[in-house]
């Protein structure tokens, strides 16, 4: 069955202070990775989709990357407003146990302190 | 102009009750889901639907029914509801199969 891990569970930042959020995955065969922010109360809002290893996306201070047994969210300068949680799932290829669906990770909780 | 929006966004309700939850989509999606997030915030799937075919149920009780009256409504209606059934319930859409989901404000069940 796939699987998804985020780690750390939780990580608390200065701001300014520049980190990395792992998700690491096993999947019979990848049809992309993707990551999701969420904020407290709100359902979770889609960032990246990431296809194939090597392959990289920015959107402001977040960059996501992908090998092929893993993926980071690089946060360069995290400012309080960064301060959420950060999801990362993966869908299958057809043909897949897991195809029609996204299996999730357990997430990682961020804190930026001012 | 909500792209996924489901409704209610709060629900308190007593054991036993039957209730449910409405979700539309305007994306133009071929698939819709039900996610429960647990008190963890893991999201957990229930069930897919592709273009209002059932695709996958996971090991969801009977006591849950969804039902998608076209390619853009995907209500749950759970039956006999239970202490533990409290949590919040996500609906979403991707345009395919597998690819990214779009989520709704979600609806947070409280059963008493």
């Known amino acids: 069955e796939d699987q998804v891990t985020q780690s750390p569970e939780a990580l608390r930042l200065q701001e300014g202070e520049s980190s990395s959020l792992n998700c690491s995955y096993t999947?019979?065969?990848?049809?992309?990775l993707f990551w999701y922010r969420q904020d407290p109360g709100k359902g979770p809002e889609f960032l990246f989709t990431?296809?194939?290893a090597g392959e990289e996306k920015e959107k402001e201070r977040l960059k996501a990357t992908l090998t092929k047994k893993e993926s980071f969210l690089h946060i360069t300068a995290p400012k309080p407003e960064d301060s959420a949680t950060y999801l990362c799932?993966?869908?299958?290829?057809?043909?897949?146990?897991?195809?029609?669906?996204?299996?999730f990770g357990q997430g990682t909780i961020l804190t930026v302190h001012p | 102009d909500t792209a996924v929006s489901q409704t209610p966004k709060y629900l308190v309700t007593q054991m036993g009750n039957d209730k449910s939850i409405k979700c539309e989509q305007n994306?133009?999606?071929?698939?819709m889901y039900w996610y429960k997030q647990d008190s963890k915030k893991f999201l957990k799937i229930m069930f897919s639907y592709n273009n209002k075919e059932l695709i996958i149920n996971e090991t969801v009780p009977n006591r849950f029914s969804p039902k998608s009256p076209d390619k853009a409504h995907l209500n749950l209606h759970i039956n006999s509801l239970e202490l533990g059934d409290s949590a919040v319930y996500f609906c979403?859409?991707?345009?395919?199969?597998?690819?990214?989901?779009?989520f709704g404000q979600g609806t947070r069940l409280t059963v008493v």
């Open positions: 979403a859409s991707s345009p395919r199969q597998g690819t990214e989901a779009f």
């Open positions: 994306l133009g999606h071929d698939t």
């Open positions: 799932a993966v869908g299958a290829e057809a043909g897949g146990t897991s195809y029609g669906k996204l299996t």
């Open positions: 999947v019979s065969g990848l049809r992309g």
């Open positions: 990431l296809y194939s």
